[in-house]
């Protein structure tokens, strides 16, 4: 794999300057893609009535957006906490770096860490790669979280490792964090300035803000933050596998690696909602039907859906993500089988209306 992605061209993503700046993705009515307009409405009317809260919504089929939503007073230009859907942005770092000749997926952790590493490692932790980091199976029983001004990459090594890395799986947000350092480490950026050539500016992203641990490293595992249609263009990216305007942003190899199952985790606490049980990839998660996603706390999602050409993004304020994701198989994905429809005016407008009354629920006295 090492070889393949080092052959990958990467002279096109160093400077800011090389890509003429990318336009807001295309618009076209849904019957134009395919979608009856009556089903997407259907989807909206049931995440307003079920979810508490919805925020947004923008579906893009073939590559167009043909329905998109803000519940009042959120809008289309305000920036939107993304929780852990920073993840997914954090590995492609690792996976640019790598390309790059940076770093490799099998280099040791230990080994970018000299002066925060244990005096006497354990043997598990030595074994500890940054393969391990991207699918969250570092060999940790708890999560290593650290407080305050506290060295953040020094706490998670000081963590026992518990299990082979690369055979348990153990959601660990600190492990994204150590993706975040190891990228600074070997590239002299944070990951946003490191992205910022590279993925914000030729999607067309305002370089977006993500907060900093107190070591001044961007946080990785959360702390994003980006407007609907940016996590809809880092959808759409990784569905046209790190191909944008005919150059390629990220090494197809990489997206391949990434997006695919690469570790079991049927059994983790979570197994109690079906598309929390899929595998995991690098910073990715498996779906049902086929697609896979990038998802943060709260019901932050960017759903992308190989077999339909098709990306969902959700953000949201709610406790049941798993009910969102049911909405999108129970009205998105029936409606997404067909070939081009006639245009529907009527029903076009129903929707419209639909998605420009949308606003948040009141909070109780």
């Known amino acids: ?10 002279a096109c993503t160093l400077a800011a300057g090389s890509f003429a700046r990318a336009a807001s993705l ?9 979608v009856p307009s009556s089903a997407i409405r259907a989807f909206v009317e049931a995440a307003d009535s079920d979810i508490r809260s919805m925020h947004s919504f923008m579906l893009v089929r073939n590559g167009k957006v043909i329905a998109e939503g803000w519940w009042a007073p959120e809008a289309a230009e305000t920036p939107h906490i993304l929780w852990s859907l920073s993840k997914s942005f954090t590995s492609t770092a690792v996976g640019l770096a790598v390309a ?13 860490f000299p002066e925060e590493a244990p005096a006497e490692p354990s043997d598990l932790l030595r074994a500890m790669r940054v393969r ?57 950026e944070t990951v946003v300035d490191y992205l910022t050539p590279r993925l ?44 944008w305007n005919g150059e390629q942003l990220i090494p197809a190899e990489w997206v391949e690696l990434a997006t695919s199952k690469q570790v079991e985790n049927d059994k983790a606490p979570s197994a109690g909602n079906p598309d929390w049980r899929q595998g995991y990839g690098f910073q ?82």
């Open 100 to 112: 790059e000749g940076k770093l490799t997926i099998d280099d040791a952790v230990l080994s970018f």
């Open 26 to 34: 295309p618009r076209a009515t849904p019957e134009s893609q395919g």
């Open 1 to 10: 794999m090492r070889t393949a992605i080092l052959t990958f061209v990467m």
């Open 200 to 243: 914000f500016e030729p999607l067309g992203i305002d370089k977006p803000t993500w907060d900093q641990s107190p070591q001044g490293i961007s946080i990785g595992g959360y702390g994003l933050y980006l407007k609907t249609e940016d996590i809809a263009k880092f959808g759409q990216l990784y569905l046209q596998k790190g191909e």
């Open 284 to 365: 990715f998660w498996q779906c049902r039907h086929g697609a896979f996603r990038g998802d943060g706390k709260d019901g932050q999602f960017c759903v992308v859906m190989p077999e339909q050409n098709a990306v969902v993004v959700m953000t949201a304020l709610t406790g049941n993500m798993q009910k969102q994701l049911d909405l999108v198989w129970e009205h998105l994905l029936p409606a997404l089988q067909h070939d081009e429809l006639g245009e529907n005016p009527q029903e076009q407008a129903k929707l419209a209306s639909a998605l420009k009354d949308l606003t948040l629920p009141k909070a109780a006295p």
């Open 132 to 188: 391990d980091l991207l699918t969250m199976s570092t060999g940790h029983a708890a999560e290593p979280r650290a407080k305050g001004d506290e060295n953040w990459a020094k706490r998670f090594l000081s963590e026992p490792v518990v299990h082979q890395p690369g055979t348990t799986f153990l959601y660990n947000t600190p492990a994204t964090y150590m993706q975040s350092a190891i990228v600074q480490h070997v590239t002299g």
